[in-house]
């Protein structure tokens, strides 16, 4: 039986979610767990690897397995099992030939800012911290620039081959007020796949946008460029977090 998961985590303290030798990550721990309850080793598949350090409220990950009891009772004992940073929201079945990774169709991530003159040491897991002033606005009109198919070679490195071309089909910044004077940024963009580090990359150069170091205007020169050099630096990974991926059906 093929099995869809729904898994959220605070990458916090992981080297990211794909399994690695000598370093701690999501898909170890969610592999021990189904290990511990199946009696068997199991891989799982998820829809994207976040980096070190990158946050998921959405992944979206498959097994399978010969489980001959309840899905609810396979729910229950996952979530027994991990540790508190990493929670299984839900668990359903799926077609033999679901693939979590190659049938997405939209990817959605976030980046979380918190923008006050004095760190909040509560938001420091979840947030990059700038008290600098930045103009909101000038930055907006920088992300509206890369929506489209694009090569993002700029921002980026593909996990596999060369193929650098992407889909992005919103990039958008939204803000809500936080306590002692502060305000929360929150910077949204849905593509259908995404490069290495691309997010990260992408906030840095809005950034330094909203720092006036660059026009609104030099986000697409820099696109069109496809030259690393121009863009970034990549903002830290905490403030990062996959938020959802979307697919035909299921």
């Known amino acids: 039986m093929r099995v869809k998961a729904l898994v959220s985590y605070d990458g916090t ?110 938001a420091a897991r979840v947030s990059l911290h700038v008290h600098r002033p930045l103009d909101v606005s000038a930055m907006q009109q920088a992300a509206a620039t890369l929506v489209g198919r694009f090569d993002f070679s700029a921002f980026g490195s593909p996990p596999q081959g060369n193929n650098a071309v992407r889909e992005v089909f919103r990039a958008e910044w939204h803000s809500q007020p936080a306590e002692h004077g502060g305000q929360w940024l929150y910077f949204d963009i849905e593509a259908n796949a995404f490069l290495r580090r691309m997010v990260r990359m992408i906030v840095g150069t809005l950034l330094r946008v909203g720092y006036g170091v660059l026009p609104p205007g030099a986000m697409h020169d820099i696109l069109t460029a496809r030259e690393r050099r121009l863009a970034g630096p990549a903002v830290a990974p905490q403030g990062l977090s996959l938020r959802a991926v979307a697919y035909d059906s299921l």
């Open 13 to 122: 303290g992981y080297s990211g979610f794909q399994w690695q030798q000598n370093a701690p990550t999501i898909q170890a721990e969610l592999e021990r767990a189904l290990q511990s309850l199946t009696g068997t080793f199991t891989r799982i598949v998820a829809a994207g690897r976040t980096d070190a350090g990158v946050h998921a409220e959405g992944q979206v990950i498959v097994f399978d397995t010969e489980w001959r009891h309840p899905l609810e009772s396979l729910h229950r004992g996952l979530n027994a099992l991990l540790p508190a940073q990493i929670a299984v929201l839900a668990l359903t079945p799926a077609p033999a030939t679901f693939h979590p990774r190659f049938d997405a169709r939209r990817r959605w991530y976030r980046y979380t800012i918190y923008h006050a003159p004095v760190r909040d040491p509560w």
